[in-house]
């Protein structure tokens, strides 16, 4: 495997190993730069993976303690741990279920579509859908997305079976098992889908893609790919011009490192991101580097979630096969005579009984509980997906006092229910429980939001340098090449699963930088 | 941060309560059981705990094992940290004395009402918290409860039921294809 030397200033750094840090990586491999792509997590396989919730969680998820505020229940439920995401080669590709939506046209002109909302700093992507679809199709077809390229749909599971004959007896019409990064069929070298069940826990067919075993391998294969597990970045380094020279990072043994690099583009995920950029003050840049706008960590989105269970009278054993296993798309546009603005998605998910017990209803105990519990192999479940507003308030900031082991301050999450998040997930935690009524639920249970794992928009696109982080193409407004890499480019939330943009924008980002490298002006 | 604290309990990590289970003797008819030996808690501190995670997460078609793991658990994290022991300790004895009797004398109503009174405590939680990750991590458990787990072994659901509901309609193949 390839090692660039640490003073080789013509490397571009990448920092996370996800959605957007692994592929953009492996297309920057493929125009023939010459990367190092930095990961906190450590290296797991397919093999190493297991089929079981707390394991995996103790294997994956990013477990450095971060605090939160604000009156979403998660900061009450799960005071230290705001998002369930990962630490791990592959980022939170080795967890997500691999729902691969489009956003829609009018989801990128918000602050036009949805004006004169008190309290949302809405803005207009400077972005439309028609720039971005040339860079969809190559995502979709990159990451095998049924539905897309002839490829079949998923078979649905017994829990789609439920979700699809109570939401077509409701009315409901765009009804199916959904646009899913997951083979139906064998393909890139991976085999299709086993119904594991296991799909947060990491894929061991390999089915459900992951930078983990795709985009990385392929850029290693290039040789120009020197992949850091283990590595911690904790500042981004910076010359008197204001240009990005270097990362700081601890390696696998706590030893300091100093990257030079050419290019620094950072993909950590909505919470890491912006606290590097935080963390990377200086005399030049003492309001964090990028942060001329003051925007860094603001406007914090994690969709608008929550989840209906329903009980049957019959079996459904929901945890069999693919955790999304279907999608009703029907409320996922715009229509302000239901009370919000935005939209929302309704997908299948299903919980092991560890998680079930953890997630039903965070903090209950006693005969009622177990009560329902005992009715889990007679549960089926969806998840809520909606576009929930930016606010300015909700933010990620770095705690004043507490510190994490490498002495930088660690973040805090804080995030407010908008009114218009209130609405909608209350509409549509009506119209979830409607669709299994309608089949004959004896019950059907509200459940409350997981920590986050869609979390955008902390260092936003903008048109303006004034109100937001970066450019169209993820380029910070203030440092010319340091990159935005990952969701926290996102304008809006929009009503999709996140991924898949996240993908496009890093492929689309590739070609600019390879196009203004070879213009000289990087 | 291990996964403990994000639910409030603090403690080390638990994989597979099954082993800390094995080994002990339980009765199908539910009758006398030995006490499994601890380390660090007293015959008398595990029977209460014991009984109190039997009302914090009541399963009636569960024996004594699963509940006695948990208590193991709790055992383990006390031999691991003395304040752990201490507040085991004060919590046990704090609920002998709310009710004018042992809990463990109590009828379960009863039970419930002093569980609820401390159901804020550092005490409830710590207990909660293990026996929630312990309990619901139990392969008896799974069973009793209806719940496969792991399924890579067999070569995942596909051919094991993922789509065998026959009290609906099969949805079309428009919406959901045949698999390959």
Known sequence: ?522 | MKRREFLKTGAMAVVGSAVAASGLVTTASGAEEAVPKFSTLKPAEAQTLLQVSRQIFPHRKLTDAPYWAVVSQLDIAAQADPSVATMLADGVAQLNSSQGSKFVDLNDQHKVEALKAIETTPFFQKVRGVELQTLYSDPAVFKAMGYQGASYAMGGYLHHGFNDLKWLPDPPQSASPKPA
Not at chain 1, 169 to 189: C, E, F, L, Q
Not at chain 1, 335 to 359: K, M, Y
Request: hydrophobic fraction near 35%.
């Open chain 1, 1 to 522: 495997m390839v090692k660039h030397a640490l003073n080789d200033d013509s490397v571009i750094v990448v920092i996370g190993s996800g959605a957007g840090g692994g592929t953009l990586a492996n297309e920057l491999c493929q125009k023939g730069f010459k990367v190092v792509l930095l990961e906190a997590g450590q290296h797991q396989s397919s093999t190493t993976f297991h089929n079981e919730e707390w394991f995996a969680f103790d294997q994956l998820a990013w477990l450095d303690k971060r605090t939160t505020s604000g009156n979403w229940r998660v900061a009450k439920d799960f005071p230290n741990l705001p998002a369930w995401i990962c630490k791990t080669v592959g980022g939170t590709t080795t967890h997500w279920a691999g729902a691969s939506l489009r956003l829609q046209e009018h989801e990128f002109q918000a602050r036009t579509h949805y004006s004169g909302i008190d309290g949302a700093n809405l803005l207009d992507w400077p972005l439309t859908l028609a720039e971005l679809e040339p860079y969809y199709a190559k995502a979709e077809t990159k990451m095998g997305v049924t539905r897309t390229n002839d490829i079949p749909g998923l078979p649905g599971n017994n829990n789609f079976k439920v979700m699809y004959n109570g939401a077509t007896r409701v009315g409901y019409k765009t009804v199916h098992t959904g646009r899913m990064a997951i083979n139906s069929r064998p393909r890139d070298g991976r085999s299709s889908c086993w119904q594991l069940g296991f799909c947060f826990q990491g894929c061991k067919s390999g089915a459900k893609w992951s930078t983990l075993y795709t985009e990385i391998p392929k850029a290693e294969a290039t040789g120009k790919l020197d992949l850091r597990p283990e590595s911690m970045v904790m500042q981004i380094q910076h010359d008197a011009n204001g240009k990005a020279t270097g990362v700081l990072y601890a390696d696998k043994d706590g030893q300091h490192q100093l990257q030079r690099a050419r290019i620094v583009c950072v993909a950590g995920n909505s919470i890491e991101t912006p606290r590097l950029l935080l963390n990377s003050s200086s005399t030049t840049f003492p309001n964090g580097l990028a942060n001329s706008s003051g925007q860094v960590g603001k406007n914090y989105m994690r969709h608008t979630t929550g989840s209906v269970f329903g009980v049957f009278k019959k079996p459904v054993h929901f945890y069999r096969g693919t955790v999304m296993a279907g999608i009703v798309q029907d409320e996922a546009v715009l229509d302000t005579s239901r009370g919000f603005t935005g939209g929302f998605e309704l997908e299948t998910i299903s919980l092991g009984l560890p998680f079930t017990a953890a997630f039903l209803n965070p903090g209950a105990w006693g005969a009622d509980y177990t009560d329902v519990l005992e009715q889990y192999p007679n549960m089926a479940a969806m998840w809520i997906v909606g576009e929930d507003m930016p606010q300015e308030k909700n933010a990620v900031t770095l705690h004043p006092t507490e510190k994490d082991k490498f002495g930088l301050p660690i973040p805090n999450v804080h995030y407010d229910d908008h009114a218009n998040d209130l609405a909608m997930r209350s509409y549509a935690f009506k119209k979830g429980a409607a669709i299994y009524d309608a089949v004959g639920a004896t019950r059907t249970i509200e459940v409350p939001p997981y920590p986050s794992t869609h979390n955008l928009g902390t260092c936003r696109q903008s048109e303006k340098a004034g109100d937001g982080v970066c450019n169209k193409w993820g380029q910070t407004h203030d440092v010319k090449n340091l990159f935005i890499s990952d969701g926290s480019q996102f304008t809006t939330s929009a009503a999709e699963n996140p991924t898949l943009t996240i993908v496009s924008l890093a492929i689309r980002q590739a070609d600019y930088i390879g196009e203004q490298c070879g213009k000289q002006n990087l």
